[in-house]
C-alpha cells in the first residue's frame, strides 16, 4: 500500500511538474493555457523525438496530427462554404445566404503555422472565418499554399499573390458578388506576414486594377534578421511559441538546412554587405518607450555571406515586409495591426506600425496586455476578446 501511495504521489508530483508553467500574473484562464502548452510541449518532444530517429520530418509529423482536426465544406443556416481553386491553388470561401441588394464586402484570409503547417480546413481557421463572413456579411476567401519543408520561399509567397490576384479579377469578384472597393486582406502569424507581404507587391502591380481597401495583420512576422529583439528576450520561453520553435519555422521558411537556424539563434547570419538592412529594423528607434523597458541595444554581430548566398529569401522584402523603405510603404491601404505582449513576435508588430506611421499610413494598433501568440484561433477568453477587436475593426473599415 505504502508503495502505491508512494508511486501515485510521485506520479503526481511529475505530471504537475509537466503541466505547470510560469505565467504573468495578469494571464486570464492560467489552467487552460497552462493544459494547451503541456499538450503543444507533449506533441513537440514526441515529434523531434521521431525526427531523430529519422522517422520523419519535425514538421510533417505536426501536420499530420493537425489534419485530424480539419474540418470539411459543411454550409450552415447562414452560409454557404465551399472548397475550390483560384489559379490552381486551394481555397475555401464562404458566402453569405441572406440576400442583399448591394455588393458585399470581400475578406481574403491568409492562415498562420509558420509557413510549414496547418491549413483553411484546420478547425479554429474555419471557425474564424465562419464567424468573420457571418458578423460582417462578407464573402471570405481563405486561402491555402504549398507548406515547407518541402516547398520553400518564395512558393508560400506566390501560391497567396497568385490567389489574390486571381479573387480581384473583375470576373471572379462578380461571380461572388463582391464590390471591388471594399476588399481586405488579412492574416495571422506566418500569414500576417504573407498579407503585409502581398499587399506591398499589388502596389507596384500594374496588371492589377483592383486594389484592397485595408490590410489586418494578427501578430505578424516580419523580419528575419535580429532575433534580440526585447520581445524575443523577454518571451523566449513564452507559452505557444518560443524563440526556438519561431527560429525552427522562420528558418525552415528558406530551407530544411539547420545550420541557418544555428547562425539565426547566434544573431549571426546577417553578413556585412546587408548591413544597411538594420535601419530597418532598429529597435532602439522603431519601439516606443513601452516597450524598450530599459533593454540596451545590441549592434548586429555579422557572419559569414555563405548562408545569404545560399539561402538569400531571408534578405527579401517579400519575405521581410519591415525591409521595404518608406517610399514602398508610402501608399499603402489603411491597416490593422494586432499585438500581444507575451510573444516573441510583438516588437516585429510594434516596428511595422512605427513605420507606416512615419510613412503616414492610417494604422490602427491593438495591443492585447494579456495575450499570447495564436490564441485567436484558439477557444480562450483572450482569443474571443482578439476576434472581437479584429472584426469590429473591419466592420467600421471596410
Not at 53 to 80: A, K, Q, R, W, Y
Not at 156 to 171: M, P, T
Not at 176 to 183: A, E, F, H, N
Request: charged share 20%.
Amino acid at each position: 500500500m505504502g508503495r502505491k501511495v508512494l508511486l501515485f504521489l510521485i506520479v503526481g508530483i511529475l505530471s504537475a511538474w509537466y503541466l505547470y508553467t510560469p505565467l504573468p500574473a495578469n494571464t486570464e484562464q492560467p489552467w487552460a493555457v497552462m493544459c494547451l502548452e503541456a499538450c503543444l510541449k507533449t506533441i513537440n518532444n514526441v515529434m523531434q523525438l521521431v525526427e531523430l530517429l529519422g522517422i520523419s520530418h519535425f514538421m510533417t509529423g505536426v501536420n499530420f496530427l493537425i489534419s485530424f482536426v480539419e474540418t470539411s465544406p459543411t454550409s450552415d443556416e447562414n452560409l454557404t462554404v465551399v472548397d475550390t481553386t483560384f489559379h490552381n491553388i486551394p481555397v475555401r470561401v464562404y458566402i453569405p445566404k441572406q440576400k442583399t441588394k448591394t455588393l458585399r464586402r470581400g475578406i481574403f484570409f491568409i492562415h498562420g503555422g509558420g509557413w510549414c503547417l496547418a491549413s483553411a480546413q484546420f478547425y479554429g481557421y474555419d471557425l474564424l472565418s465562419r464567424r468573420t463572413a457571418h458578423r460582417l456579411d462578407a464573402v471570405v476567401i481563405s486561402t491555402n499554399y504549398r507548406l515547407a519543408p518541402k516547398h520553400h520561399f518564395p512558393i508560400q509567397f506566390e501560391d497567396v499573390y497568385n490567389a489574390l490576384k486571381w479573387f480581384l479579377r473583375q470576373a471572379v469578384l462578380q461571380e461572388y458578388g463582391v464590390d471591388p472597393k471594399r476588399i481586405g486582406v488579412s492574416g495571422d502569424s506566418s500569414g500576417g506576414n504573407l498579407a503585409a507581404a502581398v499587399v506591398q507587391q499589388l502596389q507596384c502591380d500594374q496588371d492589377v486594377k483592383v486594389k484592397v481597401k485595408v490590410q489586418a495583420l494578427i501578430y505578424p512576422v516580419l523580419q528575419a534578421l535580429d532575433f534580440d529583439l526585447p520581445s524575443y528576450r523577454e518571451n523566449a520561453h513564452s507559452p505557444i511559441l518560443s524563440k526556438e520553435l519561431a527560429l525552427r519555422y522562420i528558418s525552415e521558411y528558406f530551407t530544411t538546412d539547420r545550420s541557418l537556424e544555428k547562425a539565426m539563434a547566434n544573431n549571426q547570419h546577417i553578413p556585412v554587405h546587408s548591413a544597411h538592412l538594420f535601419q530597418f529594423v532598429n529597435w532602439s528607434s522603431l519601439l516606443p518607450e513601452h516597450f524598450r523597458k530599459g533593454h540596451v541595444y545590441k549592434k548586429p554581430t555579422f557572419g559569414s555571406s555563405a548562408l545569404a548566398n545560399k539561402y538569400p529569401g531571408f534578405l527579401d522584402v517579400r519575405a521581410a515586409p519591415l525591409l521595404a523603405n518608406d517610399t514602398q510603404l508610402r501608399g499603402l491601404p489603411k491597416t490593422y495591426v494586432l499585438t500581444c505582449e507575451y510573444d516573441v513576435l510583438r516588437d516585429d508588430g510594434v516596428m511595422y506600425v512605427t513605420r507606416l506611421q512615419n510613412a503616414r499610413v492610417l494604422v490602427t494598433h491593438h495591443h492585447i496586455e494579456d495575450g499570447f501568440h495564436g490564441l485567436i484561433s484558439i477557444g480562450l477568453k483572450v482569443g474571443a476578446r482578439m476576434e472581437n477587436q479584429y472584426i469590429n475593426w473591419l466592420s467600421d473599415n471596410l
